[in-house]
């Protein structure tokens, strides 16, 4: 690899195991120089092909730009990683630095006349070729991608869409910043023993081992992490701390003050337009849309109204179930945001004859991974070894070889699963390396998937097993669908690798996995109590799977409610006050004053902290709309393991990639495509007529 000499080669030239990145050679002053010597590098073989005086052909032209820029993935991917799971002041101080820089980098690539004539001669003659589905499929998302980088429009024109990518990316990365910022700053510390008053053991264990790690040893921290917040907001009975503690998780980024990210929201919104417009669409949803399942922001708006009826109906129901329980308790309080996890915790107990606390020792850290792990065994053949000595980019990082049926090596799957304060909220996967086939410049041939999960539980004391809530369990068998996706990827190309597909598609294969955690046999297998090894008793078993649907029209207009600010953020046709605009979507659907909006806008990082969901957020329903329909396929068999769906689940959904259409796979695999009803059946709520006949 060309520049090693300028910056620390274990950046680009990994010799871990099985190729691992040797993390524990990386400090974070190496980033800087290899960022800039990777740029340089990238942007000569970019050269070099647009300059190519041969013909375009596919090989010279669309294979080379598959493989150009190796140097610059690695180092990103290692930047990324531990900017998001690990950061500090210098990492931070980079991010600022390098996310304009990396937007100006690709903006130039975007503008290239001469790359972009090579191309779109490609693609105008794409019938003469010969190409299979996979190369049409990349040629077409390079061709496309092109046009909407601006390579379309006038110099002019396009110096502008550069600036305003590159303001985007520093907005971008602004944000996310500021959100984190909010959550390290806030900690609610508490010493006396009412203070503590319904709080169960796992929940005070998590809270004294936050309060250790801010030097408080002997307290117990309410941090902003959802491991500990929502707990405590569901068993709390101090009603004036349930209070303080959910104002300041509903505030990030809504604090005034350098961290503050309402002016953020607004310059972001302006400049997505502007993009918008530039590129010949009416507004950013159009743009976004262009080339998704959904197509239309219409269709988005239909299907995310028509399930808000359903849900707001169902959340009144709720929200005077608990009204009563309050009123049976002789106090006289409204029903308020921070008053409903507590007391639908209490419903369900009363309603269903268990607790999350009686249910929580059932579920451990260690046997949930070890069902993630059997399931994707009883699917897709597959199985985890355990690396204990590879070195990690932290100390709680997990590292597991991923093997087929004859031992054959098809990834490397990290989990990273504990709370710290460098680490941003939620969970997510991400990959190091993308699975591919070709070869690379250095002789390589073909490249093995490195993925990794990150999840934010409450780390347990030390000796003690980490427990989750049934929420957690489900969140670790999200990430690790998507990280299947990745990991059983077998595609020829790395642009239409593993989750490489459009984005409301690509939450199929991670909220369909959710389904297996409550299929029975794995349930009594790997929900065992960690004191006594005992397996959940049948009868609580029964009631958790009874209570599936319990308080859905919370969680639903929770989310619905999200996406519709989402997408009426990114449909209008002139930038209004975004507090505003939330304020006035939320009025018009009727929002109740008990709930709130699942990611208010000043910490709404699905669609700020960068472009992966904006006017996107409701990909979520729209893979729910076919992850329920594809679990029904198996649910149909009589058999949740049945060998003949799962194969034709992992060649149609998990490992093509986006080198087919995703209608086209959905399809293959269950032959024809869903309507809403199965997801409202899971839902609890009842099916609607609209769309009982038409297609997600």
């Known amino acids: 690899m060309s520049g090693l000499s300028s910056f620390n080669p274990a950046l680009v030239e990994w010799t871990g195991h099985q190729g691992l990145p040797r993390f524990d050679k990386v400090s974070d002053a190496d980033f800087a120089p290899a960022f800039e010597a990777a740029l340089a590098s990238h942007e000569a073989e970019i050269d070099t092909i647009a300059d190519n005086p041969a013909p375009p052909t596919f090989a010279n032209t669309i294979i080379a730009l598959e493989i150009a820029g190796d140097e610059l993935s690695r180092v990103s991917s290692l930047f990324w990683n531990r900017a998001g799971a690990h950061t500090n002041d210098a990492i931070q101080a980079l991010e600022r630095e390098i996310a304009p820089k990396m937007s100006r980098h690709y903006s130039k690539i975007g503008m290239n006349a001469a790359l972009f004539g090579r191309i779109d001669a490609l693609w105008q003659k794409r019938e003469g070729f010969g190409l299979t589905l996979e190369e049409t499929r990349v040629l077409e998302r390079h061709w496309k991608g092109f046009v909407k980088s601006g390579a379309k429009l006038p110099k002019p024109e396009q110096e502008r869409l550069a600036k305003i990518n590159e303001n985007l990316a520093s907005l971008g990365a602004r944000f996310g910043q500021n959100v984190l910022a909010d959550e390290k700053s806030w900690a609610l510390l508490l010493t006396d023993s009412g203070d503590l008053a319904g709080l169960p053991g796992f929940l005070r264990e998590a809270m004294a081992a936050a309060a250790r790690e801010r030097g408080e040893d002997g307290k117990y921290a309410v941090t902003l992490s959802r491991s500990i917040i929502e707990p405590f907001l569901t068993f709390s009975e101090r009603r004036d701390l349930r209070e303080q503690a959910f104002k300041a998780w509903v505030a990030r980024g809504e604090n005034g003050g350098e961290t503050d990210n309402r002016e953020a929201i607004q310059q972001t919104l302006a400049l997505r337009l502007e993009k918008a417009k530039l590129l010949g669409y009416q507004n950013y949803a159009e743009l976004k849309l262009d080339n998704t399942m959904a197509k239309t922001p219409d269709a988005v708006n239909n299907l995310l109204k028509t399930v808000w009826g359903k849900a707001v109906v169902r959340a009144g129901e709720e929200q005077a179930d608990i009204a009563e329980l309050i009123a049976e308790e002789g106090r006289n309080h409204e029903v308020m945001p921070w008053d409903w996890r507590h007391y639908a915790e209490k419903i369900r107990t009363r309603k269903f004859d268990f607790s999350e606390a009686e249910l929580k020792p059932y579920l451990q850290l260690e046997k949930i991974i070890a ?50 304060s460098s680490k941003r909220s939620g969970a997510w996967m991400s990959s190091f390396q993308s ?12 490249e093995l998937p490195i993925i990794y999960n990150v999840c934010n539980f409450a780390k347990p004391a030390q000796g003690k097993p980490a427990l989750l809530s049934l929420d957690d369990a489900r969140t670790l068998f999200h990430e690790f669908g998507h990280a299947l996706h990745g990991m059983l990827s077998n595609v020829t190309y790395p642009s239409v690798a593993g989750t490489g597909v459009s984005r409301d598609f690509v939450e199929l294969p991670s909220q369909l996995y959710e389904h297996w955690l409550t299929v029975p046999a794995i349930l009594k297998q790997y929900a065992v109590h960690y004191q006594t090894g005992e397996p959940m008793p049948q009868a609580l078993l029964d009631k958790v799977l009874a209570a599936r649907s319990f308080n859905s029209g919370f969680n639903t207009v929770e989310f619905t409610s999200s996406a519709l600010v989402d997408m009426a953020f990114h449909t209008r046709s002139a930038v209004e006050d975004p507090m505003a605009v939330q304020a006035e979507v939320l009025a018009e659907i009727g929002m109740p004053k008990a709930i709130v909006m699942r990611h208010a806008t000043p910490h709404f990082q699905h669609i700020f902290a960068g472009d992966g969901y904006s006017a996107g957020y409701y990909s979520y329903m729209w893979s729910e709309v076919l992850d329920a329909d594809a679990f029904a396929a198996f649910e149909e068999t009589g058999d949740a393991f049945e060998p003949e769906m799962a194969a034709k689940l992992k060649a149609n959904i998990y490992s093509v990639g986006g080198s087919v259409d995703p209608e086209d796979a959905y399809k293959a695999f269950r032959g024809k495509l869903p309507s809403p009803d199965a997801m409202l059946r899971k839902k609890g709520l009842s099916t609607f007529e609209e769309l009982s006949g038409g297609d997600a």
Request: aromatic share 12%.
């Open 371 to 420: 069902a993630c792990f059997d399931v994707a065994g009883r699917l897709f053949g597959i199985h985890a070894v355990e690396i204990k000595d590879a070195p990690a980019y932290h100390p709680d990082v997990r590292s597991f070889e991923i093997r087929d049926r004859s031992n054959k090596l098809v990834a490397m799957f990290l989990g990273d699963y504990f709370a710290r």
């Open 435 to 446: 699975q591919h086939k070709l070869t690379l410049k250095n002789g390589t041939v073909g």
